[in-house]
C-alpha cells in the first residue's frame, strides 16, 4: 500500500496554477492514485463566455484525464472551481468561499506564477510576490492545514554557478519591493528594474527568488516545502509519455525547428539542456506535501527537481534527436525542411538570422501579398526571435545544483512509492523520451493525426525540391552577373565549358573502340 496515496485521501486540497499545465498534470495525478481524496479547490479566473464548470469539463475532456474518469468516474463532482483572480486583493474570492476554503483545507500547492521572461516588474510582482503573501496570509488561517507546498524554480538564483538548497538574500526586501510597486509609476519602474535584478536575465528569476523570501518569512509557524524544477518538459511515463498542451519551454523550440521556422540558434551545443519531465516534478512534489505534513521538518526544505547533474543531457544530443524525429515524423505544413545550426559568436548569429530567418520571410511574405493574402510570417519570425534572444542565456550556460534533499526524501520512500511516485531522473532514457516528446508536441499541443505524416513527407520533398531549385537559379543568377562583369569569371566560365566539351568527345571516343 502507497503511503503517499493513503496519505492524500479524504483530504480537501487548494491548487493554484491549476489551469496551467504543471497543475494539470498534479491534478490527474492526485485523482489516479488517491480518487477517495475529498475534494479539490481550483482557483480559477473568470473568463467571458464561459462559466467555471464548463472551463473544468474542458481541462477533463482532454487525452491527459482518460485514465482518472475510468478510476473515477465522479471526478468532476470533487473539484469545485472557485471564481478567483490573483491581480485582486484577497484574490476577489467571495465571503462564502473563502470561510469554505479557510475552514476545509488540508493541503495548499501553490503553482500559479507568471513565467513570462519579458513580462513587466510590477506584474510579475504581483503575482509571483503579492500572491504568495496574500496566500500564505490565508494559509495562516486554515485550521485544519498540513502542509503548504510552494513551486518555484531551479532558475531564482541562476546568477549562482553553484546553487545549495537554501534561500538566497535580495539586495531588497521583498516589502519594500511590494509596497513600492503600488505608488511608482511604470516609467520610474522601467528605469529601476535592472538594477533591482542585477545579474539575474530577467524580471521571472528575480521575482520567484523574492517569492521563496516571502514564503521563508511569512511562513515560519507553518510545515512548508518549497519545489524548484528547472526547465519542465512533456511528461515522460505518466499518464503516458510525451503529454505537453503548452509552447512554453523546449516545446516552442521544437515547433519552430519542425515547421521550418527555426534554423540557427546561438546557443554552446556541450552545455546540459537540464529539461526535467512534468510527471517526475509532479511525484517529488506530491512526495515532498507528504513528507513535510508526516515528518514536520524542524526548517522549511528545499527541494532541486533537476537531471543535470544526475543524468546530464546537452543540447547538441537534443537537437539532433528532434531532427532525426522529425526525419520519421515531419509535421504537417511545414515552412521549410527541419535543420537547425548552433551558432556561438553574435555575428553569426546576425548572419544567420538575415540570411535563414528573415531573408526567407520577407520572400514568403510578398508571395502572400502578390496572392492577395495578408503577410504574416515577418511578424511571426520576429516574434520567434525575440523569444530566443530572451532563452540565450539559459541555453550557454551550465549550473549545478545540490540534490541532498532530494536523494534524502528518495531514501525516504518505501519501495511501494518509490515506484508510484518515481523521481529518479536517472532511469531516463533521453533518446527515447526527446522522441516521444516531439510525438507529443505533434498529436497534443498541435493537434496532428498521426495519418497525416505521409503527406507531410511529400510536402517535405516539395519543399527540398523548391530549395534545390531556387540555390540553382541563385548560382546561375550570381554567376551571369559575374560573367558581364569580371574577366576572371569569363575565363573560368569559358574553361569549365571546353573541359567538359572535351571530357564528353573523350568519353565518346572510348565508347566507339569497345564495340
Known sequence: MSMIAAFYSSKSILITGATGFLGKVLMEKLFRTSPDLKIVYVLMRPKAGQTLQQRVFQILNSKLFEKVKEICPNVHEKIRPISADLNQHDFGISKADMEEILASTNIVFHCAATVRF??????????????????LFMASQMPKLEVFVHLSTAFSNCNLKHIDEVIYPCSVEPKKIIDSMEWLDDSIIAEITPKLI???????????ALGEIVVQQEGANMNIAIIRPSIVGATWQEPFPGWVDNINGPSGLIVATGKGFLRAIKATPMAIADVIPADTVVNLTLAAGWYTAVHRPKSTLIYHCTSGNLNPCNWLKMGLQ?????????LEKAFRRPNANFTTTSFMTLYWNAVSHRAPAVIYDVYLKLTGRKPRVL???????????????????????STHNTEMLMAALSPEDQRMFNFDVRQLNWLEYIENYVLGVKKYLLKEDMAGVPEARQHLKRLRNIHYLFNIALFLIIWRLLIARWQMAQNVWFFIISFCSKFLSYFRASSTLKF
Open 118 to 135: 519579458d513580462d513587466h516588474l510590477r506584474h510579475a510582482v504581483q503575482l509571483n510576490v503579492t500572491a504568495t503573501q496574500q496566500l
Open 198 to 208: 542585477g545579474d539575474r536575465p530577467n524580471t521571472y528569476t528575480y521575482t520567484k
Open 322 to 330: 528532434v531532427l532525426a524525429t522529425f526525419e520519421k515524423v515531419p
Open 379 to 401: 511578424k511571426l519570425m520576429n516574434r520567434l526571435l525575440r523569444t530566443l534572444s530572451m532563452l540565450e542565456y539559459f541555453i550557454n550556460r551550465s549550473w549545478e545544483w
